[in-house]
Structures are given as C-alpha cells and as structure tokens.
C-alpha cells in the first residue's frame, strides 16, 4: 500500500533531519506515489470538514523549519499546523526543547488563507510569537490558538509581519487529504506530510 509504504519510509527521519539524499529522493517518490491516489482532489470545496483541525508535521523538505534543530542548545519538538476554515485562519506552531531546565520555546506563525482554486490557498502571515513557553504560559495548540483570537499580547517577541507588496503570494496546496493524513507543496518547493493529532 502506498500510504503504508510512505509511513515506513518517514519514520525514523525525524521529520526529514535525518534523511540522506538518496532517501530524500525515495520518499518524494512514495510521496509522490500517494498524491496519485488523493481520495480528496478538490478539498476545498469537497473535504472542507476532514481539513479542519491541528495537524502534526511528520515529514517536511522544508529547511527553514528543520533549520531550528541547528540551534545550540536545543532540538526541534513537535510541529503543528492548525487550520481553522470558519475564520480562515492557519497557524503554525514549533516546539522547541531547550536542553537547559525552562528555556523551552515556542514560535508560532499566525496566517490567513484565500482559496485559489479547489486544492490551493494563498498565504498571508500576518503575527510571529517567538519566546519562552513558561512566559507564554504555553500548553497545548488549542489553547494557544484561543488566546491568539482573544487578542493576547504575549510576554514574547510578538511582531506583526508584512510581506512585501512586490513579492508573489505565499501558496499552499492541499495534493493529498484523506481521515488521518495530509500533504501539501509549498511555493518555495517544500513538501508536507502530517497526521491528525489529537492535541
């Protein structure tokens, strides 16, 4: 089966930190098997409930979040992706595990989304939340996600973002959606592959 085969072949990669090339190559390819078989094609119009939901980052091509890793001191946690379609609102949220007692981080990315097509959404940041989980008083994506809408300010680096008008819009597309998994490809040329999470 192509999904169990994907599945097997990210599980010991630490969300693609410990991926060679040559393994990087294999997995495109399982991905890439997948997205052929995508129960949901137009998952904006036909899924819209099975996409809802915190998602958990099990595999990505994306340096910029594996990049955190590199950090002296610390190791990259649990990533979310957090969609929330009523208020078309995504958020991206990284735990980051500090290898000193109560220097845990968190960085957090608030976005908006804007259908393109059936499967495709553009992207505009809008709010970055970086800082010290004990000082956001951090717990779990949910509440988070509560106070954010609640209109917190937080005991953090906490800064709007603005992408330049000259800049093409950030994009994501949704290339395979079914109960429990996700993949998405970004504008940049990273893949995504995540698992509904419970949290």
Wanted: with cysteine.
């Amino acid at each position: 089966m192509p999904k169990a085969k994907l599945l097997d072949a990210i599980a010991s990669k630490n969300r693609g930190i410990l991926a060679t090339p040559l393994e990087k190559q294999a997995i495109l390819a399982a991905i890439t098997e997948l997205e052929f078989r995508n129960p949901h094609p137009r998952p904006l119009t036909t899924a819209i409930d099975l996409l809802a939901g915190n998602w958990r980052l099990l595999y990505t091509s994306s340096q910029s979040l594996l990049g955190i890793d590199k950090f002296p001191l610390v190791t990259l946690g649990t990533i979310y992706q957090c969609i929330r379609p009523t208020t078309s609102a995504v958020y991206n949220i990284a735990e980051v595990a500090s290898f000193v007692p109560g220097l845990n981080g968190l960085v957090a990315i608030v976005a908006k989304f804007t259908a393109v097509s059936e499967a495709r959404v553009n992207v505009q940041f809008n709010r970055s939340v970086i800082g010290l989980q004990r000082l956001i008083d951090y717990s779990d994506p949910d509440r988070l996600i509560m106070e954010i809408e609640n209109g917190r300010k937080f005991t953090a680096i906490d800064l709007p973002i603005s992408r330049p008008t000259d800049k093409a819009p950030a994009w994501l597309e949704i290339t395979y959606l079914d109960e429990d998994l996700r993949i998405s490809r970004g504008n940049e040329g990273s893949v995504f592959v995540l698992t509904k999470s419970n949290s």
